[in-house]
């Protein structure tokens, strides 16, 4: 009986185990693996079939023994066919190892790519981002030097940016209650929308009074809008001094003071502030500025400090002759 040799076991636990869908790389080892494999294989095969079968005695038959034995020359002529078939699955396998080192390289390159395309899109989320708040801070800086310009202040209010308007059903004695209750209520934004309606429109010029003017000065104040402000007290002082004006006349010159100071005129400030004194000796105002306490208490719409009023120290009074 013919021994043959047992096949030689390939060891397949060398490869990596497959983690989830498989790569282009991972099919093409596969693949290489498989044609090692069947190369193998046929190597084995047409080895064992060309081994001489050996005789009983374990001696190979001599070519008078076998009948129909192949020639010398026939043998030679399957090497040479075996060797060509070897060679060529040879070539065949190392031009596999190489697509599959390309392929590699290839997976890498791509890899390498996704990243800097990660980190591109990173950069240029960034730059958006320093761009946008570039562009913010050029708006907030071009709002804040027009109502500069407009109010006074950076953070002035205009009528533009408040929603409130003065209802147009209402009469005119109707809109000026509605508004004194809205500067007692410390609702600045809509006594200032009112009172202006009242003290701009040519049907309500009976309202152009000191106290009106006072009081839109005061809640424009409040609202830092210091232009407006300013302009309602100048108001104030224009009209006549009659002595149920003087009271009026002695506090706008007060919130002038304050509005001199807060915009940094301290000159001016002192001016008004001399004007207090020496045309209102006797009032509450002057006893205020000198640190005296005041000889009558008069109802304020808000407490004044011993010294000069600041923002939110100022005072008018709402409650009288209404």
Not at 270 to 281: I, K, N
């Amino acid at each position: 009986m013919a021994k043959t040799k047992a096949p030689v076991k390939t060891d397949t636990k060398a490869a990596s185990k497959p983690s989830g869908k498989p790569s282009r790389r991972g099919l093409v080892i596969a693949a290489v693996a498989t044609l090692v494999l069947g190369v193998g294989g046929f190597a084995f095969k047409a080895k064992s079939s060309n081994t001489k079968p050996e005789s009983a005695h374990g001696e190979a038959p001599t070519a008078s023994s076998t009948p129909g034995a192949p020639t010398a020359s026939a043998t030679s002529a399957e090497h040479e066919s075996e060797n060509a078939v070897v060679a060529k699955l040879r070539m065949t396998f190392q031009q596999m190892q190489s697509q599959a080192r390309r392929l590699q390289r290839t997976d890498e390159d791509n890899h390498e790519l996704r990243n800097e395309n990660a980190d591109l899109r990173i950069r240029i989320e960034k730059l958006k981002l320093e761009c946008s708040s570039q562009v913010a801070q050029a708006r907030t800086k071009k709002v804040s030097d027009t109502l500069g310009q407009e109010t006074g202040t950076e953070i002035g209010r205009t009528l533009e940016t408040i929603d409130y308007r003065a209802p147009t059903q209402l009469l005119p004695a109707q809109l000026h209650v509605l508004a004194i209750t809205y500067f007692k209520a410390k609702d600045y934004e809509r006594a200032a929308v009112l009172l202006t309606h009242l003290l701009t429109q040519e049907a309500t010029k009976e309202y152009r009074n000191a106290r009106n003017y006072l009081l839109a000065g005061v809640s424009w104040y409040r609202l830092d809008h210091v232009k407006h402000a300013d302009y309602y007290f100048g108001k104030t002082l224009e009209e006549a001094g009659e002595a149920e004006n003087l009271k009026f006349h002695a506090q706008a010159r007060l919130w002038r003071a304050i509005v001199a100071k807060g915009t940094g005129k301290a000159t001016e400030a002192q001016t008004w502030l001399t004007e207090l004194v020496d045309y209102h000796p006797n009032s509450k105002e002057t006893a205020w500025v000198n640190g005296k306490k005041p000889q009558a208490k008069r109802e304020v719409a808000s407490e004044p400090a011993t010294q000069v009023p600041a923002k939110d120290e100022g005072h008018t009074n709402v409650n009288e002759n209404h």
